[in-house]
């Protein structure tokens, strides 16, 4: 963003309350999972709120293992939509992604986590009631723990059974079931 008064200078230095006066959904965000990447092609992006409203999945990025993986842009991209929410929060990430998958809690059958084992990333699995799971590789968890704590924390408080498992977390018929879902 630009100083409209210089266009050629940028707002470095933007005072944050300028952003007081936008308007707001007033989304709590309880607990934040940062920087997953789905594992279809083109591979996506996505960060993922547990808030007081439901699950909310931002899908944002469309990369290629070439010109994507190759070139470090998921480091960048998921970089750029952090700084997105630290700054203008969750309101700002949602109108940024491409899609945005939202969970009523009630909706929800069950969150489950996987450590990823000794050779995979962790990974986060979203089972709704009826209707296709989602799954997203984890790139940036330093506490496999804390995550599982707070996540299920957020799970009790709504009801949502969450679920721990240890491995890559890859089930070849739940893989092949999505796609015969009507």
Request: proline content about 5%; hydrophobic content about 40%.
């Given at each position: 963003m630009t100083d409209p008064a210089d266009p050629g200078e940028p707002l470095a230095d933007a005072d944050p309350d300028e952003f007081e006066d936008l308007p707001t959904s007033d989304i709590e965000v309880e607990?934040?999972?940062h920087f997953g990447m789905t594992g279809s092609f083109p591979l996506r992006l996505a960060?993922?709120?547990f808030a007081n409203d439901g699950l909310h999945v931002a899908e944002y990025g469309y990369l290629t293992p070439l010109f994507g993986l190759g070139m470090r842009k998921h480091r960048r991209e998921a970089g750029a939509m952090e700084r997105i929410y630290e700054v203008h929060g969750i309101d700002e990430v949602l109108l940024q992604a491409d899609a945005v998958h939202?969970?009523?809690y009630g909706a929800l059958d069950r969150v489950?986590?996987?450590?990823?084992?000794q050779l995979?990333?962790?990974?986060?699995a979203v089972h709704p009631?009826?209707?296709a799971s989602h799954a997203y590789r984890l790139h940036e968890v330093d506490d496999f723990d804390a995550l599982c704590e707070a996540v299920a924390t957020c799970g009790d408080r709504h009801g949502v059974a969450v679920e721990r498992g240890r491995g890559?977390?890859?089930s070849p018929r739940e893989s092949v079931e999505r796609f015969f879902l009507d």
């Amino acid at each position: 963003m630009t100083d409209p008064a210089d266009p050629g200078e940028p707002l470095a230095d933007a005072d944050p309350d300028e952003f007081e006066d936008l308007p707001t959904s007033d989304i709590e965000v309880e607990c934040h999972v940062h920087f997953g990447m789905t594992g279809s092609f083109p591979l996506r992006l996505a960060e993922v709120f547990f808030a007081n409203d439901g699950l909310h999945v931002a899908e944002y990025g469309y990369l290629t293992p070439l010109f994507g993986l190759g070139m470090r842009k998921h480091r960048r991209e998921a970089g750029a939509m952090e700084r997105i929410y630290e700054v203008h929060g969750i309101d700002e990430v949602l109108l940024q992604a491409d899609a945005v998958h939202w969970y009523g809690y009630g909706a929800l059958d069950r969150v489950v986590l996987h450590d990823g084992g000794q050779l995979g990333r962790p990974r986060l699995a979203v089972h709704p009631a009826t209707g296709a799971s989602h799954a997203y590789r984890l790139h940036e968890v330093d506490d496999f723990d804390a995550l599982c704590e707070a996540v299920a924390t957020c799970g009790d408080r709504h009801g949502v059974a969450v679920e721990r498992g240890r491995g890559l977390g890859f089930s070849p018929r739940e893989s092949v079931e999505r796609f015969f879902l009507d």
